[in-house]
């Protein structure tokens, strides 16, 4: 459990700052001194004063990140280098005159930008939709009366009543309680109930204060009146709520796009002004040298890339809600699929939640059905409904416990820590006791065993004591059940009535992982994820959990063991050290820090406040939708259900989306290159254009068009079985190679019209324009997989807007709109060769392409 911040929210009360730092640690203090501090008493507060302490105050609320308005979305997007490069493209060839070009490149951008800023708008509604789905309400004493008041309407000084079922909305000091247990895993990972109950308490963490109700807890049992010491920001896990307020750092697939627009904007300038300067020197027209060096630009830069991505990333959002995943953040679709840690929190994750029975054994040890089922009986007749008692009557499937009555009871006594009842049942009517083990073992005077009833002596009582502590070494939680003959017709369960009791045995429980769990990580570990716990509950249950699920537990450390780690050495413990267990929410931070400091790319899945700076910090962070407000908020997507199958179809998804979106930058970025060098080349060689301005663009045009398919496209198994990640060396040495080749059939291309059909300035143009554009549509086919270009068919929609645009471009030369864009249709013998040169160039593409792609196969 995290530690208390340095003042709770009274510090603007005008007690002084020192009463302030004493109510850090209300729970160590007498009730009377922290109800003196809070200006407060046993019948709470008026309306009115409750009005002026929530103006002084605040709402009694998580801290919510600051969500950018719109137009701040768009201009973060719009101030990426691509649409920088774009927008200035698309500004100077209005400005040269070419309206046209000029306005379908800014509308391709602020389409690609206004459907981000959608995707990402619904993303989140949904998410509030989710966290506000249910409305909650507190009961506190106003006026003298409980009344019931929306929970951010709690102050410091409310009387709190609370029972089984609440969320606690508060900081409080117990002033009363009546058999109330709290559970605190989403605060502190531990999943059994905690005893709270009024009373002094020395303890300095909170997570030993007996006295004390936190916000987020959830009450399991009883009732217990309280009185409200702080409430939102000022609360024990207030620190953790003001954590979502930090500004989040750039995701990976941010960071990776921003550094490869920087590379197309270097290469753009480079070539730009070299070209200029070249036609210039050498007498060319400067406007027309201008107006060239602009569609330059604009045919180097992949200008769909924005589109490509969002279309993409929002298909991936879509296929991802099939598989019961909102995303808030479509970036972090590739995140997702490029993580190689996983950190989760064990409680909800990777176990059940749910406290179930795990064994029922006699008093030798040997499993026996007889515990259990004396315990059904007495849990469902006279049980507390706590989640130990929820697990006997659940048990009742397993054993036989039908046809009892219920003849006297003695409710559960949390001082003396058992309970009882007198039952009528098939063996006439019993005496059942059940409770804690060093409770009930005194009580008793016999045992039961295989051979009947023995005496309870001191070797049976020193047995049994070993015996428990080994389960607590499993991580099991155990209880002890005794009984004897109700041989008297009163119905008084007194302490008199409580003696003679024979032992029957013991019960165990346990948070049960998941069934899918251990598949799930399994599944993970092949995909290249390596899987971590980090959890706040007892090392010795982590290390029990870890082991069922087949995580490596050689070292479980501890957080006082972290605390005592310098940042270089817990650098160096995580990267071998699988598991740890009572963390604070700091101390989760620090491992994910470590771990990104690393060179890992890192998921947390968590779903209590204590998980959600990690949730922040993290690459991706992963939350479900029953999770508390301040961990969904933190999160960038939100499972519908809680299960690492669903993280492991997520990053299926996350790495086809990427697969595709590498496609596009792939074939682009060859592709355009190849394109841009040809032109250069032969701009400053030619005597006049090879390729208009206007057909540069459409050029461009149609084949952005022949790509829109791609998000569309099918992806091979092996691009999805290991993390992905934008390799930038890799994406120009694909490029260096592939351009390159383009650039040789296009050189090859100029030397036959020029040299062997002595072809004119609109013959040329048109017949590149055609061989252009077969090249470098016909060249998705064998670059969109790794493999032989015949083994994977493509997506349909990918094959019919590439076959469509490549249709247009050979067939609009020979319409009457040739002569809009300068086009003069080739005599038969010139395309029929330029059919042989892209051939040519089809086949040597398929064999150079392994060359191109091997270190992004390393």
């Not at 029972?163 to 900081?171: F, Q, S, Y």
């Not at 895993?185 to 059994?192: I, S």
Request: proline share 6%; aromatic share 4%.
């Amino acid at each position: 459990m995290p530690q208390p911040p340095n003042a709770a929210n009274p510090a603007e009360d005008n007690t002084g700052e020192s009463n302030a730092r004493d109510l850090a640690r209300f729970w160590t203090l007498p009730p009377d001194a922290v109800a003196k501090a809070l200006q407060s008493g046993p019948e709470g507060l008026s309306s009115e004063e409750a009005l002026r302490r929530a103006d002084r105050y605040g709402p009694n609320t998580d801290s919510t990140p600051h969500r950018a308005s719109a137009p701040r979305a768009v201009m973060r997007r719009l101030l990426e280098p691509l649409s920088l490069i774009l927008l200035g493209a698309g500004v100077v060839s209005v400005v040269t005159g070419d309206v046209s070009g000029g306005a379908i490149i800014v509308a391709i951008l602020a389409l690609s930008i206004g459907l981000d800023t959608v995707q990402e708008g619904y993303a989140l509604k949904a998410a509030d939709a989710l966290k506000h789905s249910v409305a909650l309400q507190a009961e506190v004493r106003r006026d003298g009366a409980f009344v019931p008041v929306d929970v951010s309407t709690v102050v410091p000084g409310d009387i709190l009543r609370v029972r089984g079922g609440d969320i606690i909305p508060a900081d409080a000091l117990v002033l009363a309680s009546n058999g109330f247990t709290a559970d605190e895993a989403a605060l502190t990972g531990e999943p059994y109930p905690v005893e709270k109950r009024a009373g002094p308490v020395t303890a300095q963490s909170p997570a030993d204060a007996t006295n004390a109700l936190f916000r987020g807890a959830v009450a399991q049992t009883g009732e217990a009146t309280a009185l409200v010491v702080a409430t939102g920001r000022a609360t024990v896990f207030g620190a953790v709520a003001a954590a979502l307020d930090a500004a989040q750092p750039p995701s990976p697939f941010q960071r990776d796009l921003h550094a490869f627009g920087l590379v197309i904007a270097r290469l753009t300038l480079a070539l730009v002004v070299i070209v200029l300067a070249v036609r210039v020197i050498m007498g060319r027209p400067a406007l027309e040298s201008l107006m060239f060096a602009v569609a330059l630009a604009v045919g180097l830069t992949p200008e769909l890339l924005p589109m490509i991505t969002t279309v993409t990333l929002s298909r991936g959002a879509v296929r991802m809600a099939r598989r019961k995943v909102i995303v808030k953040r479509l970036a972090a679709i590739h995140d997702l699929g490029a993580m190689t840690t996983l950190c989760t929190d064990k409680t909800g994750t990777l176990t059940a939640a749910e406290i179930t029975l795990a064994d029922t054994l006699d008093a030798a040890g040997h499993p026996d059905p007889r515990p259990a089922m004396l315990g059904a009986v007495a849990a469902r007749l006279g049980g507390d409904r706590g989640a130990l008692d929820r697990a006997l009557a659940r048990s009742g499937a397993q054993v036989e416990n039908t046809g009892w009555t219920l003849r006297a009871q003695r409710a559960f006594d949390f001082n003396r820590r058992f309970g009882a009842v007198v039952a009528n049942g098939p063996e006439g009517a019993i005496l059942i006791v059940k409770g804690a083990v060093e409770a009930v073992l005194p009580l008793c005077t016999s045992q039961r065993t295989q051979n009947g009833p023995t005496l309870l002596d001191a070797p049976a009582l020193e047995g049994m004591q070993a015996r428990v502590q080994d389960l607590a070494q499993e991580g099991k939680r155990t209880i002890a059940i005794a009984s004897r003959l109700w041989d008297t017709p009163a119905n008084d369960i007194d302490d008199k009535a409580m003696a003679g009791l024979v032992f029957e045995g013991l019960c165990t429980f346990t948070d049960p992982p998941k069934p899918t769990a251990a598949a799930a990580i399994t599944r993970l570990r092949a995909a290249g994820i390596g899987l971590k716990i980090l959890s706040g509950d007892d090392p010795v249950i982590v290390r029990r959990v870890a082991g069922l699920v087949g995580v490596d537990v050689g070292t479980v450390l501890s957080g006082p063991d972290i605390a005592a780690l310098g940042d270089e050495a817990l650098a160096v413990q995580v990267q071998t050290v699988h598991a740890y267990g009572r963390l604070t929410p700091d101390q989760k931070s620090r491992i994910v820090r470590a771990l990104q400091d690393r060179g890992a790319v890192v998921g947390y899945l968590g779903d209590g406040i204590n998980d959600s700076p990690a949730l922040k910090i993290a690459d991706v962070g992963l939350s479900v939708s029953g999770a508390t407000g301040v961990a969904q908020a933190a999160a960038d997507m939100i499972l519908l259900a809680p299960d690492l199958e669903v993280v492991a179809d997520g990053v299926e998804e996350g790495r086809r989306t990427f697969a595709n979106i590498l496609k596009y930058v792939r074939m682009a970025a060859s592709s355009n290159l190849g394109n841009m060098l040809s032109m250069a080349v032969a701009s400053v060689t030619l005597p006049f254009l090879p390729m208009l301005p206007t057909q540069i663009l459409l050029n461009n045009l149609l084949y952005d068009f022949s790509e829109i398919g791609i998000p569309f496209d099918t992806v091979r198994p092996e691009a999805v079985a290991r993390p992905q990640v934008w390799d930038m060396r890799a994406l120009v040495r694909f490029a260096a190679v592939m351009g390159p080749l383009s650039s040789v059939f296009d050189l090859a291309t100029f030397a036959v019209l020029v040299a062997v059909f002595h072809a004119g300035e609109a013959q040329f143009r048109t017949a590149w324009f055609l061989e252009s554009m077969a090249t470098q549509i016909l060249v998705i086919f064998v670059i969109r997989t790794n493999g032989r270009a015949w083994a994977t068919r493509p997506g349909k929609v990918l094959a019919v807007s590439s076959l469509v645009a490549l249709a247009l471009a050979l067939i609009l030369p020979m319409t009457r709109l040739s002569t809009w864009f300068g086009f003069k249709p080739p005599p038969l013998p010139v395309a029929l060769t330029i059919g042989v040169l892209v051939g040519l160039y089809l086949v040597c593409a398929e064999l150079l392409k392994r060359f191109a792609i091997m270190p992004a196969r390393r």
